[in-house]
């Protein structure tokens, strides 16, 4: 059974910065490619970042690039996203997703975690 | 900027077939943009229905289904149940890495 279950998250400051964890079972991690989607109160799905099987391809939406830092460990089934110079408006509830279709098929989710909650306020 | 487009919200009777599309702004959505579909309640994880345009995920009933409609992505679910009042939101692949959500339809079943 595939279970993807995230941690990190919290409250912080403006400009602080956080680091997100998603701990994966139940398949070949190093077979698929996985992402992080957000999702502010109220508000819709938004997908933030993306990372190949190997981890040598990392791809980010455009707000959020040169803040945020996706990478992964492959010999400990982990992804993270390293997130700095928060704002109020990165206030949401982090998913963990996995990719469907290989380790370099970044498009289509098949598997979420139940996310993690950030808190950007002073 | 692109944007992905879907109907804010729709009703469907108990029993009854409801279509939803996702389109573009500007532009076609065709197969290359590998749309997937996305069912959420409130307070719960989204849950993968379609993905690879008609692609079941594993468990989801064959009420639901994917296609393309003209210029559009579908998704269309047979047979409305009162659990299928959620939020549905689909994901198009845009290129370059970077996958776009729409702005979800809030689907009400009465």
């Known amino acids: 059974e595939v279970q993807l279950v995230e941690s990190g998250g919290g409250l912080v400051q403006p400009g602080g910065s956080l680091r997100l964890s998603c701990a994966a079972s139940?398949?070949?991690?190093?077979?698929?490619?996985m992402s992080w989607v957000r999702q502010a109160p109220g508000k819709g799905l938004e997908w933030v970042s993306g990372i190949f099987g190997g981890g040598g391809s990392t791809y980010y939406a455009d707000s959020m690039k040169g803040r945020f830092t996706i990478s992964r460990d492959n010999s400990r089934n982990m992804v993270y996203l390293q997130m700095n110079s928060l704002r109020t408006e990165d206030t949401a509830v982090y998913y963990c997703?996995?990719?469907?279709?290989?380790?370099?098929?970044?498009?289509?989710?098949?598997?979420w975690g139940q996310g993690t909650l950030v808190t950007v306020s002073s | 900027q692109t944007v992905v487009t879907q109907e804010p919200s729709f009703s469907v009777s108990p029993g009854g077939t409801v279509t939803l599309t996702c389109g573009l702004s500007s532009g076609s959505v065709s197969t290359t943009y590998y749309p997937s579909w996305y069912q959420q309640t409130p307070g719960q994880a989204p849950r993968t229905l379609i993905y690879n345009t008609n692609t079941r995920s594993s468990g989801v009933p064959d009420r639901f289904s994917g296609s393309i409609l003209g210029n559009k992505a579908a998704l269309t679910i047979t047979g409305a149940q009162a659990d299928d009042e959620s939020d549905y939101y689909c994901?198009?692949?845009?290129?370059?890495?970077?996958?776009?959500f729409g702005g979800g339809t809030k689907l009400t079943v009465l």
């Open positions: 139940g398949f070949t991690f190093n077979n698929f490619a």
């Open positions: 994901v198009l692949y845009m290129g370059s890495g970077i996958s776009m």
């Open positions: 997703a996995k990719f469907c279709c290989g380790a370099a098929a970044i498009r289509g989710l098949d598997y």
